[in-house]
């Protein structure tokens, strides 16, 4: 991967965190999108050094986290199209991982922190309009 490529995904990493503040959510959702955020930290790593044994470790440990019953409290029907989008960019980075496919790893995790980012705009955007 290249320097340019993993400014921006540690870039979508720091925005993913910061875009979703603690003041606004429950604390299991914070307590989510906080193991949420250790996964995908690790996830970086684990593409920028090739290691393809903790790439598929931390990619099922994100998926595990899609199926835990704190995953459906927050998932409400105008998150699903980003939730898809996040598991889809899962599924492919394990394949990724299974081929030691550096280039799709990289493609695929810009595409799980591209979702990250797009459903928490949205948060932020709906919280915006609901205050005005």
């Not at 906080?34 to 090739?50: D, F, G, P």
Request: net charge positive; glycine share 4%.
């Amino acid at each position: 991967m290249n320097i340019h490529l993993r400014r921006l995904a540690l870039a979508a990493v720091v925005v993913c965190a910061s875009t979703f503040t603690a003041s606004a959510q429950t604390a299991r959702t914070g307590r989510l999108m906080r193991e949420k955020l250790q996964h995908s930290q690790r996830i970086l790593q684990a593409v920028t050094t090739s290691d393809w044994a903790l790439l598929e470790r931390e990619t099922q440990a994100l998926t595990t986290i899609t199926k835990s019953p704190t995953w459906t409290e927050v998932m409400r029907p105008e998150f699903r199209p980003y939730a898809d989008g996040f598991q889809q960019a899962l599924a492919e980075l394990s394949t990724a991982a299974g081929h030691r496919d550096y280039d799709s790893a990289g493609r695929s995790y810009l595409a799980l922190t591209g979702a990250c980012l797009t459903c928490h705009k949205h948060v932020m955007n709906s919280r915006i309009a609901n205050t005005k």
